[in-house]
């Protein structure tokens, strides 16, 4: 079975970092862009950064609410995808889901259940 | 604000037709293709529509997709209890340089 699981969300002060962590199975990673959206409470569904696939250099995007203080990596060997979050701001606060980008379908056909990120003193 | 609008809720009755648009630019609806999700309480979003017409996998063809220029619209027609959810239409956008959210519609069935 395909499956995403997302881990690594907590409590985090303004300016502080945290790491998330997406471990995938029952695909293999590196075939596949894979992406960051984020979802503030009570709100909509923001884009926040891509790793292309190996075919295309895994090659990172950012939206630019967050371009110079997240990162998008991965680790084809543990089929896992990380976001470092640097510099975090109040508004980062929200669920953090990891999603597989198909190219078949050219849209996100595989989410995973998100964790939650809270930024606040 | 979202790049995409949405009207932020819509309502029909049991076994009704609801339609949401999707309003954007040419350097996103107009010149990429458009996909919808369904995102029930307490869930991770589901794919429902890619390529702006085209239906996922297992999704009832109660659900439609469609696009003219700038505007893409979903309709679901025989409206169920169950379709109670909120609903997002995406795209790229190539100013941007970044995929595209709209802002979300919510979906009442009376």
């Known amino acids: 079975e395909e499956q995403l699981v997302e881990s690594g969300g907590g409590l985090v002060q303004p300016g502080g970092s945290l790491r998330l962590s997406c471990a995938a199975s029952?695909?293999?990673?590196?075939?596949?862009?894979m992406d960051w959206v984020r979802q503030a409470p009570g709100k909509g569904l923001e884009w926040v950064a891509r790793?292309?696939?190996?075919?295309?250099?895994?090659?990172?995007q950012y939206a630019a609410s967050v371009q110079g203080r997240f990162i998008i990596s991965r680790d084809v060997s543990r089929s896992s995808l990380y976001l470092q979050m640097n510099s975090l701001k109040i508004e980062d606060t929200a669920v953090y889901y990891c999603?597989?980008?198909?190219?078949?379908?050219?849209?996100?056909?595989?989410w995973g259940q998100g964790t939650m990120v809270t930024v606040s003193s | 604000q979202s790049v995409l609008t949405q009207p932020p809720s819509v309502s029909a009755a049991p076994g009704q037709t609801v339609t949401i648009s999707c309003s954007g630019r040419?350097?996103?609806?107009?010149?990429?293709?458009v996909s919808w999700y369904q995102q029930l309480p307490g869930t991770a979003p589901k794919l429902l529509i890619y390529?702006?017409?085209k239906r996922a996998s297992g999704i009832p063809d109660r659900f439609s997709g469609s696009k003219s220029g700038t505007s893409a619209t979903l309709g679901i027609t025989g409206l169920q209890t169950g379709d109670e959810a909120d609903y997002y239409c995406?795209?790229?956008?190539?100013?941007?340089?970044?995929?595209?959210f709209g802002g979300g519609t919510k979906v009442t069935v009376l």
């Open positions: 999603i597989r980008d198909e190219a078949s379908l050219g849209a996100y056909d595989l």
């Open positions: 029952g695909f293999t990673l590196s075939d596949h862009y």
């Open positions: 790793s292309r696939n190996k075919a295309n250099g895994y090659v990172s």
């Open positions: 040419t350097s996103n609806v107009g010149d990429n293709f």
């Open positions: 390529d702006n017409y």
């Open positions: 995406e795209s790229w956008d190539n100013s941007l340089n970044a995929e595209v």
